[in-house]
């Protein structure tokens, strides 16, 4: 069974900084894109952040120059460094694995963790 968890949110304060993790199964990991999504109250999900299999990353330009994302084939995992946190970067945090195979797409999503960034 194909499994997404995430884990490493909380409550934060404005400035202050979270590490967000991701474990994907070892079947999909490798082969897939990795990105990390974020929906906040009353609004829809929206790409943060993108890893290649080669390691290639994209940002929104929302988060460039605060988040990092990064991914260790070794252990499945990617990661999202949070910096520089804002009010506005309160949401819920959603990783999502992505690959084709013979012209199928394959989508995979977490359960999400949740960010609060308030002072």
């Known amino acids: 069974q194909v499994q997404v968890v995430e884990s490493g949110g909380g409550l934060v304060k404005p400035g202050g900084s979270l590490r967000l993790s991701c474990a994907a199964s070892?079947?999909?990991?490798?082969?897939?894109?990795m990105h990390w999504y974020r929906q906040a109250p009353g609004k829809q999900r929206e790409l943060v952040a993108t890893?290649?299999?080669?390691?290639?990353?994209n940002y929104a330009d929302s988060v460039k120059g605060r988040f990092t994302i990064s991914r260790d084939n070794a252990k499945n995992a990617v990661y999202l460094q949070l910096n520089s946190l804002k009010p506005e970067d309160t949401a819920v945090y959603y990783c999502?694995?992505?690959?084709?195979?013979?012209?199928?797409?394959?989508?995979?999503w977490g359960q999400g963790t949740q960010v609060t960034v308030s002072s």
């Open positions: 999502n694995a992505n690959y084709i195979r013979l012209g199928i797409v394959y989508n995979y």
């Open positions: 070892g079947s999909i990991f490798s082969r897939s894109v």
């Open positions: 890893i290649t299999t080669s390691g290639s990353t």
